[in-house]
Each structure stands twice: as C-alpha cells, then as structure tokens.
Nanobody, 122 residues
Framework: VQLVESGGGLVQPGGSLRLSCAASGFTFSSYDMSWYRQAPGKERDLVATITSRGGVINYADSVKGRFTISRDNAKNTVYLQMNSLKPEDTAVYYC????????????????WGKGALVTVSS
C-alpha cells in the first residue's frame, strides 16, 4: 500500500497550489479519502474529506471557500486545490485513506502518506 503526495512547495500569500496523492496497492474506489495537515508544534487536523464515489464532501471551516478536494478513481488519485493561501495554511499536508465500510476500516486501520510541505510566506 502506498500513498504518495506531491505538489507542495513555497507560495506567496494569496497564491495557489494543487496537491496530488497517488494511491496504489488497494482498491482506491472503495476508500473515502481525506487530506489532513499538521503545522509546527500543533496536532494533525482534518482539512477535507471526499467519499469513495465523490458523493459527499466535507471541509474544515478554516478552508471552506478556498480549498477544493476532488478525486479521479480511474487514476487512483485524490487532489486538493488550494486557493487564496494564507500564512496560517503553512503545514505538512497528509493524504489519508479509510475504507468506506466501518467494520473493515476498524479492522485494517487507515492508510497514510508521508506528507507534503506547504509553506505560505512572502
């Protein structure tokens, strides 16, 4: 099982970045996918979730209207489009996969990527 994030980097306030997470080793279309982030010295927080078939999407209040999560089940990839970036968006962004069936999810646990660093600074 692998989740590989890409697209992070340094961007000025007000700018945009698009993160990608390429999945392999499991049936991607059976998993709800999420992006989390962890700022220095802080806990890891949920940013956005998209269900296995893309029907339900949720966002943290802090990113609503600025970030968009999407997925392409044909490419086994989930994306996070980040617009109007702020310095407080600076964090390591992690991709997460959780099986859509709760009993399976509890049995096998979640899958995590290694993270992509996003730095918003002038």
């Amino acid at each position: 099982v692998q989740l590989v994030e890409s697209g992070g980097g340094l961007v000025q306030p007000g700018g945009s970045l698009r993160l990608s997470c390429a999945a392999s080793g499991f049936t991607f279309s059976s998993y709800d996918m999420s992006w989390y982030r962890q700022a220095p010295g802080k806990e890891r927080d949920l940013v956005a979730t998209i269900t296995s078939r893309g029907g339900v999407i949720n966002y943290a209040d802090s990113v609503k209207g600025r970030f968009t999560i999407s997925r392409d089940n044909a490419k086994n990839t989930v994306y996070l489009q980040m617009n109007s970036l702020k310095p407080e968006d600076t964090a390591v962004y992690y991709c997460n996969a959780k099986h859509r069936i709760e009993v399976v999810s509890r049995a096998q646990g979640d899958y995590w990527g290694k993270g992509a660093l996003v730095t918003v600074s002038s």
